[in-house]
């Protein structure tokens, strides 16, 4: 196994594939729509939704794609759509077009697809609506608000038959993706224990004051599907993850990719059991989650992962900030975005490998060559029915996790979890926290 060189595009791509094989569904990818009815040889044309933070990762990505060119932006808030639309010129040479309101690009026959960056409350809305319109989805982690969005989500990508992908891009390190494929050829002997982690110095958000909405945002639609609420002036651009009504908290913000990463490494789906702990200790404010969280996820007597978020408290954990660790019956491996490394069963350093660009985990906007990787996956998907490294059916197995973690947070006892699908086992309490309520005429439908 080569561990000290850089796989090119060529190679990562066919590595990608050997790799996921029997692990990475693909859809229904065979004669992908793009084919179908333009060639495979133009560009796939991009609308962007949601440039602050996260979005403008996405631009980068998509600029530096030569299979893909960015139609359109999309904010609802004008400076941040006027920035998105400057940035985007520079990145690419050429000026896309600028929308306020999504529904409108998805009219424009010429959008191949939708990359969703926009806060979490709207992701399966506006996934669902790009879907009816024949377009193909990038959608950032988490996939859903909500475990019955992320149903909703994985029946409509069946129906309408498009090319989708989940923003979880550790899926395409090579790294990550040739320790894992020797995880499952017994590296470590049999895997059953992933301890997952994440800790961050994220200040107080303080107590929010109502304050007339801020003239170049759009409030309204700003809150889409979540039924309405006043503007308080300590919650948008970013604080809106740490409150219920729009976000999943840390263990759904950032859990995502390292549950993800264990379940990946582990080979498993639902758990039977979930557990959660913890609470919002470190400050005094409005933050809703918690900012300290211990949960817990067994499998059927199998294996059990745990998740450690710290909100507010850096100090790291096998002297990283985020990270995965997977323990079998022959030794361990630690990773994370920047490499792995691999221990025997004495517990002796015997492999290594860095990444071949070191980031910054913690990094909120997260743009990297992981990014680029994933999201070019992602076009490569569209046009020639490439396999997806995370497609939706995965990313919502993870997703879920991060949503029974919170559930059991909530209620404050251990949920009992149908292994086949997910679903929540005599607990109608729990039970309603499993869909939301939406603003009259948003609701989405298949």
Same mark, same amino acid.
């Given at each position: 196994?080569?561990?000290?060189?850089?796989?090119?595009?060529?190679?990562?791509?066919?590595?990608?594939?050997?790799?996921?094989?029997?692990?990475?569904?693909?859809?229904?990818?065979?004669?992908?729509?793009?084919?179908?009815?333009?060639?495979?040889? %133009?560009?796939?044309?991009?609308?962007?939704? =949601? @440039?602050? /933070? #996260?979005?403008?990762?996405?631009?980068?990505? *998509? !600029?530096?794609?030569?299979?893909?060119?960015?139609?359109?932006?999309?904010?609802?808030?004008?400076?941040?759509?006027?920035?998105?639309?400057?940035?985007?010129?520079?990145?690419?040479?050429?000026?896309?077009?600028?929308?306020?309101?999504?529904?409108?690009?998805?009219?424009?026959?010429?959008?191949?697809?939708?990359?969703?960056?926009?806060?979490?409350?709207?992701?399966?809305?506006?996934?669902?609506?790009?879907?009816?319109?024949?377009?193909?989805?990038?959608?950032?982690?988490?996939?859903?608000?909500?475990?019955?969005?992320?149903?909703?989500?994985?029946?409509?990508?069946?129906?309408?038959?498009?090319?989708?992908?989940?923003?979880?891009?550790?899926?395409?390190?090579?790294?990550?993706? %040739?320790?894992?494929?020797?995880?499952?050829? =017994? @590296?470590? /002997? #049999?895997?059953?224990?992933?301890?997952?982690? *994440? !800790?961050?110095?994220?200040?107080?958000?303080?107590?929010?004051?109502?304050?007339?909405?801020?003239?170049?945002?759009?409030?309204?639609?700003?809150?889409?599907?979540?039924?309405?609420?006043?503007?308080?002036?300590?919650?948008?651009?970013?604080?809106?993850?740490?409150?219920?009504?729009?976000?999943?908290?840390?263990?759904?913000?950032?859990?995502?990719?390292?549950?993800?990463?264990?379940?990946?490494?582990?080979?498993?789906?639902?758990?039977?059991?979930?557990?959660?702990?913890?609470?919002?200790?470190?400050?005094?404010?409005?933050?809703?989650?918690?900012?300290?969280?211990?949960?817990?996820?067994?499998?059927?007597?199998?294996?059990?992962?745990?998740?450690?978020?710290?909100?507010?408290?850096?100090?790291?954990?096998?002297?990283?900030?985020?990270?995965?660790?997977?323990?079998?019956?022959?030794?361990?491996?630690?990773?994370?975005?920047?490499?792995?490394?691999?221990?025997?069963?004495?517990?002796?350093?015997?492999?290594?490998?860095?990444?071949?660009?070191?980031?910054?985990?913690?990094?909120?906007?997260?743009?990297?060559?992981?990014?680029?990787?994933?999201?070019?996956?992602?076009?490569?998907?569209?046009?020639?029915?490439?396999?997806?490294?995370?497609?939706?059916?995965?990313?919502?197995?993870?997703?879920?996790?991060?949503?029974?973690?919170?559930?059991?947070?909530?209620?404050?006892?251990?949920?009992?979890?149908?292994?086949?699908?997910?679903?929540?086992?005599?607990?109608?309490?729990?039970?309603?926290?499993?869909?939301?309520?939406?603003?009259?005429?948003?609701?989405?439908?298949?």
């Amino acid at each position: 196994m080569q561990t000290n060189d850089s796989l090119d595009r060529r190679d990562f791509l066919k590595a990608a594939s050997l790799a996921g094989a029997g692990l990475w569904a693909s859809g229904a990818l065979s004669a992908p729509a793009f084919a179908r009815t333009r060639s495979a040889n %133009e560009r796939v044309r991009v609308a962007v939704m =949601g @440039l602050h /933070g #996260r979005g403008g990762a996405h631009l980068e990505s *998509y !600029a530096k794609d030569p299979n893909a060119e960015i139609a359109y932006v999309v904010d609802v808030d004008s400076q941040v759509l006027a920035r998105g639309l400057s940035d985007a010129e520079r990145l690419q040479g050429k000026r896309p077009r600028g929308a306020e309101d999504f529904r409108r690009v998805l009219e424009d026959p010429n959008v191949d697809a939708l990359s969703i960056a926009a806060p979490d409350h709207w992701h399966v809305p506006a996934a669902v609506l790009a879907l009816k319109a024949g377009k193909h989805v990038y959608v950032e982690k988490p996939l859903s608000f909500d475990p019955a969005e992320g149903e909703l989500l994985v029946r409509a990508q069946e129906k309408y038959g498009k090319v989708m992908q989940m923003g979880n891009q550790q899926r395409s390190d090579p790294p990550s993706i %040739e320790v894992i494929q020797a995880i499952h050829e =017994g @590296l470590i /002997g #049999r895997p059953y224990y992933a301890r997952t982690w *994440y !800790a961050n110095h994220r200040g107080p958000i303080g107590h929010g004051k109502r304050t007339a909405v801020p003239t170049s945002l759009n409030y309204d639609l700003w809150q889409g599907p979540a039924p309405r609420v006043p503007y308080f002036d300590n919650r948008i651009p970013y604080n809106w993850h740490w409150f219920y009504h729009w976000g999943t908290g840390e263990i759904a913000n950032n859990g995502t990719h390292e549950l993800d990463i264990a379940r990946w490494a582990l080979g498993l789906d639902y758990p039977t059991r979930a557990t959660s702990s913890g609470g919002r200790y470190a400050f005094d404010d409005d933050w809703e989650f918690t900012d300290t969280q211990d949960a817990s996820f067994d499998f059927d007597g199998k294996a059990t992962i745990i998740w450690t978020g710290r909100s507010c408290n850096g100090f790291p954990v096998e002297g990283r900030g985020r990270g995965t660790s997977i323990h079998g019956t022959g030794g361990t491996v630690v990773m994370d975005r920047n490499g792995y490394e691999v221990y025997d069963e004495d517990n002796k350093l015997v492999k290594k490998r860095a990444g071949e660009e070191q980031v910054n985990g913690l990094d909120t906007r997260g743009g990297d060559r992981m990014t680029d990787r994933h999201i070019a996956n992602f076009i490569d998907g569209v046009r020639t029915g490439a396999k997806l490294h995370s497609p939706i059916s995965e990313g919502f197995k993870s997703t879920m996790l991060t949503h029974l973690g919170n559930i059991a947070q909530r209620t404050g006892r251990a949920l009992k979890v149908d292994p086949s699908n997910g679903h929540l086992l005599d607990d109608p309490e729990a039970m309603r926290y499993w869909a939301r309520e939406y603003e009259p005429g948003w609701e989405p439908t298949l």
